[in-house]
């Protein structure tokens, strides 16, 4: 409590909660001009092993190959070796900024000199939650948000009620989480595809440990950002650049027009998480209710909103962009840096479907519970911090 009210006092006002709403998405009018996206550029990539350490190297990266044809995606359920849920940390991300930092020392430049430029620094599937708020009908999200040396640091505020509620879910949700990994699978080598036609098959039983991640940068209106993001696999080879870089998901067959709004909503977040990250092409797998696989389409993520535009369920890519970058201005006009180098100021923005997002400033029980006795400054990492010091 004492640090609270030591922040007030230095700030000379108190941290006010704000609120940020807007309007419905039927007045479609309402984006007033286009908001440029710049295309993302990738700095780094990384890889988490099956026992979760995260190493600077290429090691999980996974070359696609066709799948084949009526795969089963049931196959290797019970092999599944499930990373358990955890909080929505940052620490990866940041492991990758302070290596494209050391970097820069290298070359000898200054470590975080470049970060001055950075706006905000967020995993994609935040700012992918971010962006498609405004047609989100049903899930809320929570932010924890932190300035630190001007910028933006953003991660998803997990409850120890929502992790438990992660880990628990029924089997029979859990066996369609696992068409998606399985379905990643068939779709995946860890070689290139042979020239002369390698079989197509099982690329190896699912460990949901092993990710390979990208960071790249982009600028959204005038705000420059760092964003990380999982990359399911590349076509053929990859050059340093995001262009080969593919999605895939797996999505129930379309039977009838009354499943095409629904499809069309779901492309959605299908086309912000490529598009924030820079990924060109998206490849979907649908299946049977039973988890067979029936045919493939490939998407090219950039023509997507072309695709669904004056269709029933359809959405406007341009309000979202228009959402997100008041979201944004309403960031860095209420988002306040620590008064002391050493007190943290944690911010939390909630944001309720069909509403709105509301801003607060988290007391000290609060940033207790985001910090959860591990060795942090708010939800910083202290070597991160230290890193900033130095
Ligand atoms: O554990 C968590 N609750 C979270 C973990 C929340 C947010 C992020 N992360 C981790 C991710 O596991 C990853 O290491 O951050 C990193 C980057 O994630 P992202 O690319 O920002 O995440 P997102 O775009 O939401 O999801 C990308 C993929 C998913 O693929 P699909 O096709 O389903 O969108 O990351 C995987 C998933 O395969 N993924 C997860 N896997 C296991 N547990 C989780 C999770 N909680 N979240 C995403
Ligand atoms: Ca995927």
Redesign the pocket.
Known sequence: ESKRLHLDNVLGEPCANASLAYPPTSHVTWSPHAIPFQKPQSLLSFS?SPSRLLEFSDSAMWYYVEPPGGADLQHGYDRWI??P?????ID??LRGIAKIGSDKEKRGESSTTWLRDVGMVS??????KILTAPYEERDPWELNIMLLDGTLYFE?Y?SDAK?RE?NNIPPKQRIQMYY??SF?SFCTSDRPPDPRGRMPGWGGDVD?NV?W?CVAKTKLADTRMI??????CVRERFDGTTDNFV???TSLTIRGPQDEPRFEKKLL?FYF?SFL?GVPEIIVGFRTPSGRLTTLQEFKTLQIPRMVRDKPGSWDPQLCLGWGSRFIAFLKENVSSPPTQDVPCIWRASFTPKSGVTLKPLDQSGVDEVVNGEDRFGFFPSWYINGFMA
Do not use: H, P
């Open positions: 988490y499930r990373r849920e955890e909080k929505g940390r990866g991300l995993w994609r599937g935040v700012m992918t998803e997990i992790i992660k998606g990994y990643e949901t990710q991640c964003i990380g993001g999982e990359v399911d999605e895939l998901k977040k998480q990250l």
